[in-house]
């Protein structure tokens, strides 16, 4: 199975919940191999800080930040019992690879009400994911818990009605965690008996992969035009917020062939984007503001 942990939001725990996936699977005897999709490569530096101190490989970390992550995963995962993505930062062709290359998707999130984390924009790219792979699997993981707080339970309340939904099993705030990081271990290495290792080894975030697992035959590969998938990952990001529609005073007119018209209108329908948006974002690319231009 190919499991991504993927959330925009830096901080919320891809790296250290992929590390202990990947980490608890490889105990149970799985062969895992775990891609670092992120350009800081934390997980990397993970894996380097054990082998300096000597400590046993437990599962192979491959550096593999760019988006054709897609096309990648599912070979690495014929050597594999489970791939496990850990997921960059930014919302960019990247993470739209690593959604393509995923079954199970699962999105770390901090319970905060200021967080954001209930994140539009994640879920917006899981509905497009899905046009491709119709039965990608999405579940959020609340990492970072405080104890027995009221907002804890509000935003698992919050989750519950939300698709994709909450995973019951919850990761509390554990310095333990941090302590892994740093060492090049897992927290179950450190103390078998901790509070945070309890909570690793029984989470229910393996037997959620069950379901997924059962479907996979069904699941691999790209049903549908592969080549829409491709310009779906390499979408040019949204202008930048500052640029307010009030901005777009000059107009520019040309003409064209309807047959060029009806591509330019069935490539921005399938990127999700206005043909003005598209248009712009392609002149923007071929025109840079280097300063040096009179208006
Ligand atoms: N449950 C947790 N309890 C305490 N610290 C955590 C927990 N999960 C993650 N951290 C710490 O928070 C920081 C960010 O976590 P990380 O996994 O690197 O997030 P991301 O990969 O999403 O940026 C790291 O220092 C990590 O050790
Ligand atoms: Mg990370």
């Known amino acids: 199975m190919i499991v991504a942990l993927l959330n925009q939001k830096g901080g919320v725990g891809k790296t250290t919940l992929a590390l ?129 707080t009221i907002i804890a339970r509000e935003t698992a309340e919050t989750l519950a009605e939300h698709e994709p939904p909450v995973l019951a099993a919850r990761i509390g705030q554990r310095v ?10 897992l927290v179950a290495e450190l103390d078998d008996a901790s ?17 997924v697992m059962s479907e996979r035959s069904a699941k691999r590969g790209f049903a549908s035009r592969p080549g829409d998938a491709d310009s779906w990952v390499r979408t040019p990001e949204p202008p930048p917020a500052s640029r307010l529609p009030e901005d777009f005073s000059a107009r520019l007119t040309i003409d064209v062939t309807p047959a060029l018209r009806g591509r330019i209108k069935v490539t921005a329908f399938r990127r999700g984007m206005t043909v003005a948006d598209m248009l712009r974002a392609l002149l923007d690319r071929e025109f840079p503001d280097d300063g040096g231009a009179a208006p």
């Open 20 to 148: 202990h996936l990947a980490g608890e699977w490889s105990r149970e005897g799985k062969r895992v191999t775990l891609i670092d999709a992120d350009p800081q490569g934390s997980a990397l530096d993970w894996s380097e800080q054990r082998a300096r101190d000597g400590f046993p490989r437990l599962f192979g970390v491959i550096g593999l930040a760019r988006d054709t992550l897609h096309r990648e995963a599912p070979e690495l995962a014929r050597d594999a019992d489970h791939v496990v993505i850990d997921g960059p930062p930014r919302v960019a062709g990247l993470l739209r690879s690593a959604l393509l290359a995923a079954e199970l998707v699962l999105i770390p999130a901090q319970p905060s009400p200021f967080d954001g984390w209930a994140s539009g924009e994640m879920l917006k790219l899981i509905e497009e994911a899905r046009i491709f792979r119709p039965l990608l699997v999405a579940r959020f993981v609340l990492n970072r818990c405080a104890a027995r």
């Open 176 to 185: 333990a965690f941090a302590d892994a990081a740093q060492s090049g271990r």
């Open 195 to 211: 509070p945070a290792a309890r909570e690793i080894t029984g989470s229910r975030w393996r037997s959620c992969g069950a379901g």
